[in-house]
């Protein structure tokens, strides 16, 4: 479960927050649950484009991730360190299809002596209204 809050500062700007929170994690020898990593991101359109035909728009996106899960339990609520996340989007919406293309670095601090790998994040999708 992820409840999250988002805020439209303006129409070309957003501010989302977001609490994982695990309920019941397992894998097969353990079971966890608990706070996830509290997620904060900002979103900017930079670019927007319409005409009788679609409408285009291109956006920014920035994010922070706070350890307020854990990398200790097993399986992990949380990456135990802050992570960066830098990304874009685009999307096309005709008046009966939709297309997205995105992609994200997550960038993972160190933290007592553990550092975990970097993320790099894409998603291409396609949709009918």
Known sequence: MSPSVVYGISNKSSFLVTEPVAANYVN???RSNGLGDIYFQGEYAFYENSNFKYVDQMTFVGGLTAPTGSAKKDPSTG???VSYFLGGTYNRMFVDWFGLV???LN???K???MKLGNQYLYQVGLGRN
């Open 102 to 104: 995105s992609s994200g």
């Open 111 to 113: 933290h007592d002596g």
């Open 107 to 109: 960038v993972i601090t």
């Open 28 to 30: 097969e020898t353990s």
């Open 79 to 81: 990456f135990g360190s």
